[in-house]
């Protein structure tokens, strides 16, 4: 077990010393399961060779096509491109950022190499009330309170978040990963049906796939057959596991970027079904 874990080790290291590294990367993770595919993937990331991969939000209850959810380009001068983009001193900002008191909200990061930025809560507008709220002296100090905080977040901090809403618009390329993560948790007290994994899809002990914990797995599969793979998904009943190596899992999938270990929050539990 310890000799694949250094193998695999030393194999990731040798990717990162040949795929371009990441200089900027925003993304959000949202407090309910997502209203993005990817349940939190990142809106937009920079590479130091200069490649751009942004992820374009559909609107409320509107999916496009997977094939259009993610666009790529390039810039001449990445590290020029980070700067304009940063419009504030990264040195002197804090590492958290709370903009509300309220429970189970939306969280945004900034990642940089030098820091990163967490920011809870909405970062575009204060925390919305109930007009019947805001008429009820009982809540002002609640109300007050929610606005102060918001406002602690630094206005450069916001004007760079408006910044790289700006480049999402800006066209390119479609672009997606060679592979799909399919996640997969144990799930055995699941009442539901099981479907058969199919057997010749990559198992649990196949090479490649890779184990988090005796309940959590990732399996790389082809994005070319991302068809296939909803097909088998929709075939189960609704929240309803798999059956892989004998054992009751739930399985979701999620499109892997370019190093996004870096960035990434584990175990990656929350992506689409």
């Known amino acids: 077990m310890i000799r694949n874990i250094i193998v695999f080790c030393i194999l990731c290291l040798a990717c990162q010393a040949t795929e371009p590294k990441p200089l900027l990367v925003v993304a959000t993770y949202y407090a309910w399961g997502g209203d993005t595919p990817d349940g939190g993937s990142p809106s937009f990331v920079l590479y130091d060779d200069g490649t751009i991969i942004c992820y374009h939000k559909p609107a409320y209850g509107e999916w496009p096509q997977i094939e259009k959810l993610y666009t790529t380009r390039k810039v001449v001068d990445a590290k020029k491109k980070s700067e304009e983009l940063l419009s504030f001193d990264l040195s002197a900002a804090k590492s958290d950022y709370a903009l509300t008191a309220a429970t189970c909200q939306n969280e945004t990061i900034i990642w940089t190499p030098a820091k990163k930025i967490k920011i809870y809560g909405e970062w575009k507008e204060p925390r919305r009330f109930d007009p ?122 999620r499109f892997p970027l370019p190093l996004d270990a870096l960035w990434t929050p584990e175990p990656l539990e929350s992506f689409q079904e």
């Open 132 to 253: 019947s709220m805001k008429n009820n002296p009982k809540f002002a100090g609640l109300i007050k309170r929610e606005n102060e905080l918001w406002k602690t977040l630094p206005d450069g901090i916001r004007q760079t978040l408006l910044n790289i809403e700006k480049e999402i618009l800006i066209a390119g390329t479609p672009w997606l990963p060679e592979k799909i993560e399919i996640i997969l948790s144990s799930y055995e007290h699941s009442p539901a049906k099981s479907v058969n994994w199919p057997k010749d899809w990559p198992s649990l002990n196949d090479k490649s796939t890779i184990k988090h914990s005796d309940s959590n797995y990732r399996i790389l599969f082809p994005t070319k057959r991302l068809a296939e793979l909803e097909t088998f998904l929709a075939s189960r009943e609704i929240n309803g596991p798999v059956l892989i190596d004998g054992r009751k899992m739930s399985a979701l999938y």
